[in-house]
Nanobody, 119 residues
Framework: QVQLVESGGGLVQAGDSLRLSCSPS????????MAWFRQAPGKEREFVAR????????YYIDSVKGRFIISRDNAKNTLYLQMNSLKPEDTAVYYCAAVMTSGGKYKYWGRGTQVTVSS
Protein backbone atom coordinates (compact mmCIF):
# COMPACT_ATOMS: atom_id res chain seq x y z
CA GLN A 1 0.00 0.00 0.00
CA VAL A 2 1.39 3.39 -0.99
CA GLN A 3 1.34 6.09 1.67
CA LEU A 4 2.69 9.64 1.67
CA VAL A 5 3.19 11.27 5.06
CA GLU A 6 3.93 14.98 5.42
CA SER A 7 5.67 16.49 8.42
CA GLY A 8 7.33 19.72 9.50
CA GLY A 9 4.38 22.06 9.67
CA GLY A 10 3.74 24.36 12.57
CA LEU A 11 2.93 27.84 13.81
CA VAL A 12 5.48 30.51 12.92
CA GLN A 13 5.79 34.26 12.64
CA ALA A 14 5.92 36.11 9.35
CA GLY A 15 9.44 36.03 7.99
CA ASP A 16 10.28 32.70 9.60
CA SER A 17 11.21 29.50 7.82
CA LEU A 18 9.96 25.93 7.84
CA ARG A 19 11.00 22.79 6.05
CA LEU A 20 8.33 20.31 5.15
CA SER A 21 9.10 16.68 4.49
CA CYS A 22 7.19 14.02 2.62
CA SER A 23 8.13 10.44 3.39
CA PRO A 24 6.48 7.93 1.08
CA SER A 25 6.23 4.26 1.83
CA UNK A 26 5.23 1.30 -0.26
CA UNK A 27 7.21 2.29 -3.34
CA UNK A 28 9.94 4.58 -4.58
CA UNK A 29 9.35 7.73 -6.62
CA UNK A 30 12.84 8.56 -7.85
CA UNK A 31 11.73 8.44 -11.48
CA UNK A 32 8.49 10.31 -10.93
CA UNK A 33 7.41 13.89 -10.60
CA MET A 34 6.54 14.94 -7.07
CA ALA A 35 4.85 18.12 -5.96
CA TRP A 36 3.53 20.22 -3.13
CA PHE A 37 0.02 21.61 -3.01
CA ARG A 38 -1.72 23.67 -0.39
CA GLN A 39 -5.24 24.51 0.62
CA ALA A 40 -6.14 27.56 2.65
CA PRO A 41 -9.41 27.74 4.59
CA GLY A 42 -12.32 28.36 2.27
CA LYS A 43 -10.20 28.07 -0.86
CA GLU A 44 -9.52 25.44 -3.49
CA ARG A 45 -6.42 23.33 -3.42
CA GLU A 46 -3.54 25.18 -5.06
CA PHE A 47 -0.45 23.86 -6.78
CA VAL A 48 2.75 25.21 -5.22
CA ALA A 49 5.80 23.50 -6.72
CA ARG A 50 6.94 20.36 -8.47
CA UNK A 51 10.17 18.55 -9.16
CA UNK A 52 10.53 16.11 -12.02
CA UNK A 53 12.03 12.68 -11.56
CA UNK A 54 13.55 12.75 -15.03
CA UNK A 55 15.92 15.68 -15.34
CA UNK A 56 15.09 17.09 -11.93
CA UNK A 57 13.66 20.34 -13.25
CA UNK A 58 11.55 22.39 -10.89
CA TYR A 59 8.63 24.74 -11.25
CA TYR A 60 7.06 27.17 -8.79
CA ILE A 61 4.03 29.38 -8.80
CA ASP A 62 4.91 33.06 -8.84
CA SER A 63 3.76 33.74 -5.30
CA VAL A 64 6.40 31.43 -3.81
CA LYS A 65 9.17 31.81 -6.36
CA GLY A 66 12.37 32.95 -4.68
CA ARG A 67 11.10 31.98 -1.24
CA PHE A 68 10.37 28.25 -1.48
CA ILE A 69 12.70 25.50 -2.65
CA ILE A 70 11.52 22.03 -3.58
CA SER A 71 14.08 19.25 -3.42
CA ARG A 72 14.33 15.52 -3.01
CA ASP A 73 16.64 12.95 -1.50
CA ASN A 74 16.31 9.82 -3.56
CA ALA A 75 18.38 7.75 -1.14
CA LYS A 76 15.79 8.48 1.54
CA ASN A 77 12.86 8.52 -0.88
CA THR A 78 11.93 11.85 0.67
CA LEU A 79 10.59 15.10 -0.76
CA TYR A 80 11.22 18.47 0.87
CA LEU A 81 9.82 21.96 0.70
CA GLN A 82 12.02 24.61 2.25
CA MET A 83 9.85 27.64 2.94
CA ASN A 84 11.60 30.92 3.68
CA SER A 85 10.28 34.41 4.34
CA LEU A 86 6.88 33.01 5.17
CA LYS A 87 3.88 35.26 4.85
CA PRO A 88 0.43 35.02 6.43
CA GLU A 89 -1.00 34.20 3.02
CA ASP A 90 1.11 31.03 3.04
CA THR A 91 -1.12 29.68 5.80
CA ALA A 92 -2.64 26.44 4.56
CA VAL A 93 -2.61 22.71 4.82
CA TYR A 94 0.28 21.53 2.67
CA TYR A 95 -0.04 18.28 0.76
CA CYS A 96 2.56 16.07 -0.84
CA ALA A 97 1.71 14.50 -4.19
CA ALA A 98 3.51 12.01 -6.41
CA VAL A 99 3.39 10.70 -9.96
CA MET A 100 2.08 13.38 -12.27
CA THR A 101 -0.38 12.18 -14.88
CA SER A 102 -2.29 13.89 -17.64
CA GLY A 103 -3.73 17.31 -16.98
CA GLY A 104 -1.32 18.03 -14.15
CA LYS A 105 -3.01 15.55 -11.87
CA TYR A 106 -1.24 13.33 -9.38
CA LYS A 107 -1.85 9.72 -8.55
CA TYR A 108 -0.82 9.64 -4.89
CA TRP A 109 -1.53 12.12 -2.09
CA GLY A 110 -0.64 12.63 1.51
CA ARG A 111 -3.07 13.77 4.16
CA GLY A 112 -1.42 17.13 4.78
CA THR A 113 0.45 19.12 7.39
CA GLN A 114 -0.73 22.45 8.76
CA VAL A 115 1.36 25.58 8.26
CA THR A 116 0.18 28.68 10.07
CA VAL A 117 1.96 32.01 9.67
CA SER A 118 0.99 34.83 12.00
CA SER A 119 1.46 38.47 11.12
Amino acid sequence: QVQLVESGGGLVQAGDSLRLSCSPSGRTFSGNTMAWFRQAPGKEREFVARIHGIGGSTYYIDSVKGRFIISRDNAKNTLYLQMNSLKPEDTAVYYCAAVMTSGGKYKYWGRGTQVTVSS
